[in-house]
């Protein structure tokens, strides 16, 4: 009782902040992109302290319905004043891009400061780590502000088969701000439900298979799941060094680029991955691809045949998608239909060889990054499963058992199978999904939901999902368009010729 009027009380401090910022100035920061936000930075309409503050009062007010986010930074106003005291300065770099603007990390991204880094496990609560993720560098060198973490799916939907996507220990279960009884997927759950329902300006996601895009499609936002090796992994709780990237999250295809061109690059802390593919990097950065006719004369891949590529026959998905196709086509695409693939049980087989390859992958990997912290309560595998044994009723192990954890703690390296199921996998991604990009001279393949999202994982590939539509009772739908490695430029240029030419995203309901 107490509490819960101290709470109150606290809630309407911050709402008679809140009346203050709507009072002085006539900008409106619900729905607000990048460009509008750094116009009314210019413009003495908004300050980054107002936005910062804004977004705290979003999250007290929402995240007890949807519990997307898991920490706030309490130095985020600090950090916010200095932005606006560079603006005022003009030191180089501010007024443009991220400066100033607030951003929500997944909380498996470390960042060094007062906040936790977890994975939404109570087994990490008290862990320090030694650096900022090679992201969250690149995000501060552009003068974003770390708003806080966001919650996800636990350890990234790679503990338990049966957790509910988007549910992990610390901040419980993340709820669709669109349906609340709709799955709002996962792993990077809160990254997509935070910037949807307005909790923040741009947030970053990462995804092994499907965590981004599959969120993305569910939650209504843009998401942009890159070349593995173009965003640094560093500092990431990772799955498998093979899959896992760092990809933006936001309303619209134009913040996503504006995230993407901050965060992509070198960095020593992930050095091979991220020098190889720096060569994707256009030079003048990916701006320019944001651009009018950007549909003209692609080619665009459509397999209505295969579930896993596309639509698998069904004909209520291709009856919601008909209507996108002739948008693609009216805005100049050429629409490869129908398309084929020999020998599918050979690529069908990548199911099994994916599941068997990441489970060693992620010991190996998991134990590195335990290894590194400065202090952890845990540091491998065996301590974190037996963590949670001990903390049973506060991991859910009954309702939710770490049947993926223990399948992993079973491997033991790359050895002969794993080899075996890596080559599969090599060969999936050969005769599959580059055999059709490239005999078909394809600039993406577009799939509907997520449906590709494994398609793209194991190879790699990037994808760009892009609001879609609603179905009758409200559910939101995305639309992903795939392509081969480093092929962003072109992706953002489709994905932003489809958002252009159908603007159909719209903000969740008031709650
Ligand atoms: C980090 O976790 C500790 C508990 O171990 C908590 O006291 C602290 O408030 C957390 N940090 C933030 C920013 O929430
Ligand atoms: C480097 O890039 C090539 C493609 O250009 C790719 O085939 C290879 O797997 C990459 N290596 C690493 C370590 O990422
Ligand atoms: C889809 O339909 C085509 C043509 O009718 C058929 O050849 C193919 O086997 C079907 N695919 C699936 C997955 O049912
Ligand atoms: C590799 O693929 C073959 C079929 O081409 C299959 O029989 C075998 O079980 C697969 N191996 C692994 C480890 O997934």
């Given at each position: 009782m107490h509490k819960k009027m101290l709470a109150s009380v606290f809630l309407m401090i911050l709402l008679l902040q809140s009346m203050n910022v709507v009072e002085s100035s006539d900008?409106?920061?619900?729905?607000?992109t990048i460009d509008e936000i750094q116009a009314a930075f210019k413009q003495n309409k908004l300050t980054s302290e107002n936005l910062v503050q804004f977004y705290i009062q979003q999250i007290q007010k929402l995240n007890p319905i949807y519990r997307a986010v898991i920490e706030v930074n309490p130095d985020a106003v600090h950090q916010a004043m200095k932005a606006d005291q560079e603006r005022k300065d003009k030191v180089p770099k501010s007024g443009v891009g991220l400066h100033g603007i607030p951003v929500l990390i997944k909380d498996n991204i470390a960042s060094k400061d007062k906040m936790n880094t977890t994975a939404g496990s109570y087994a990490l609560l008290k862990s320090v780590v030694a650096q900022d993720a090679g992201v969250v560098k690149k995000l501060r060198d552009s003068g974003a502000i770390i708003l806080g973490k966001a919650s996800l799916s636990e350890w990234s939907q790679y503990r338990s088969s049966n957790a509910p996507k988007g549910w992990n220990a610390r901040a419980e279960q993340a709820v669709?701000?669109?349906?609340?009884?709709?799955?709002?997927?996962?792993?990077?759950t809160g990254s997509a439900i935070s910037v949807a329902a307005n909790m923040v300006s741009v947030s970053l996601g990462t995804e092994t298979d499907g965590s981004i895009l599959c969120p993305s499609s569910a939650n209504s936002v843009v998401g942009i799941k890159p070349t593995v090796g173009l965003t640094s992994r560093a500092g990431v709780i990772p799955i498998s060094h093979r899959q896992d990237t760092v990809g933006p999250m936001c309303r619209t295809v134009t913040d996503a680029t504006y995230v993407l061109d901050a965060i992509v690059g070198y960095d020593e802390n992930d050095a091979v991955a991220t020098r190889n593919a720096?060569?994707?990097?256009p030079k003048s950065g990916y701006l320019k691809h944001l651009k009018l006719g950007g549909l003209k004369g692609k080619r665009l891949g459509i397999m209505r045949a295969y579930p896993l590529f596309g639509?698998?026959?069904?004909t209520e998905t291709l009856n919601k998608f008909e209507k996108h196709f002739d948008t693609l086509r009216q805005n100049g695409a050429i629409l490869i239909e129908n398309l084929e693939i020999n020998n599918f049980n050979h690529i069908l087989i990548m199911f099994n060889s994916e599941y068997i390859a990441v489970a060693a992958e992620f010991k190996v990997a998991l134990n590195d990054y335990l290894m590194e912290l400065v202090t952890s309560p845990v540091r491998s595998l065996a301590d974190v499963i037996a963590f949670n044994n001990k903390y049973a009723d506060l991991e859910k192990i009954k309702e939710y058992p770490q049947d993926l954890f223990l399948a992993a703690e079973k491997t033991n390296g790359i050895g002969k199978l794993e080899k075996e199921a890596l080559m599969n996998l090599t060969k999936a991604s050969k005769y599959g999904f580059e055999k059709v990009m490239i005999d078909n001279k394809l600039d993406a393949l577009v799939t509907p939901y997520a449906q590709s999202s494994s398609v793209l994982a194991i190879g790699g590939y990037p994808g760009i999902s892009v609001p879609a539509g609603y179905d009758k009772n409200g559910d939101p739908y995305g639309i992903c368009f795939g392509g081969l490695k480093g092929s962003e430029p072109t992706l953002i240029e489709v994905a932003y010729g489809f958002e252009q030419a159908t603007n159909l995203r719209k903000p969740p309901p008031m709650p």
């Open positions: 900008f409106i920061i619900q729905e607000a669709n701000p669109y349906v609340a009884t709709l799955d709002p997927c996962g792993s990077s720096s060569k994707y990097i639509f698998g026959n069904d």
